[in-house]
């Protein structure tokens, strides 16, 4: 029996799907459906009327004001959730790849596979769709292995995390969509100024809580002083992981209170109270360059592990060109 592919553009038009994957879930198709900027897709492949595997996709759309112009890309992360180990899962990757190209690279300029668990998943199919690779980075805590999130901190890490709770900062879980607002305000603030990687609409984070937070899929963390959130950070959880998606805080208004620390240090001691086995950090930069990000998390005792991004750009000319250059 041939191999069927559905693609879904609506949420109420998915019907019930196995899984455990969030990055690949329905609710987390439909919180990417509830944001403005955001337009999802989710490919769904069955075999004798049998669903064997799904590759959730995120099109997002953004302004830059320098130069001024709309920015429209594709991000997976992963490969995609497959339900049959004894199916060939790089013959059904390659069809959900290519249906997924065609689709996406209407309305998108570019196509990122991100947050690979094995690299060297998809390689030829990758290639045969004419994606190319870039080397990366990742960094992941290990938290299975140690008694408490601290024990491979640096001292420093520690001493400034005693002092940011001594100095009067708080560290809980948010709830209420005020709290949530105000900390994605903040957030949106500090990213903006460090002219960072995409950062959505504050609609993301409510809905965050509406559809995953309740399921146990999400968290949004909040660091306050003096009833003021300062800082702050969310994590997604997905299978025996969490992952640290976005965090920050006002360090040089409340330095004395460490907000971006305790954010970062209240993710990784929830996740290690939780028995997740590891933490990791979803974006620490390129491996050829200094990354402030980066060098600031492997403090809390993380370990950096080569992997690679796939790229895939709409004008093949351009994309030719760079799958010659770096081949």
Known sequence: MPLKLTTYY????I?????????????????????????PLLIVAS??????????????????????????????????EYF???ADKEAIFSDMLQRLTD?????????????????????KSFRQNQYFAINWLRVRNSLHSVERAEDRFSPSRIRQVKKGLKNGACVQEAHTAEEINRFAHMLHIIYSAK????????????????????????KIFIVTYKDKIIGGSVCLYSGSNAFLWFSGGM?????????????????????KKRGYRHLEFMDVGLPFRRHGYREFV???GGRQVSTRRWFRLRWNWLNNLINKLIS
């Not at 609506?10 to 038009?13: A, K």
């Open 251 to 271: 360090r040089k208004t409340y330095a004395l209170q460490y907000p971006g620390i305790l954010a970062v240090w209240k993710a990784l001691d929830d996740a």
């Open 84 to 86: 049959d180990d004894s």
């Open 195 to 218: 002219i960072r990687r995409y950062f959505p609409d504050f609609h993301f984070f409510l809905r965050l809580e509406e559809r995953m937070m309740k399921t146990g899929q999400s």
């Open 15 to 39: 019907p019930d799907l196995p899984g455990t994957n969030t990055f690949h879930s329905t609710e987390l198709f439909h919180t990417f459906e509830a944001t403005p900027g955001y337009t």
């Open 10 to 13: 609506r949420g109420n038009e």
């Open 47 to 80: 075999e004798n009327g049998r669903p064997v595997a799904k590759l959730l996709a995120a099109l997002q759309k953004s302004f830059r004001f320098f130069p001024p112009m709309i920015v429209k890309r594709c991000e997976v992360y992963g490969t995609g």
């Open 298 to 300: 492997l403090r809390f």
């Open 103 to 123: 689709e996406a690279m209407r309305d998108s300029f570019l196509i990122e596979f991100r947050n690979l668990e094995n690299p060297m998943f998809g390689y």
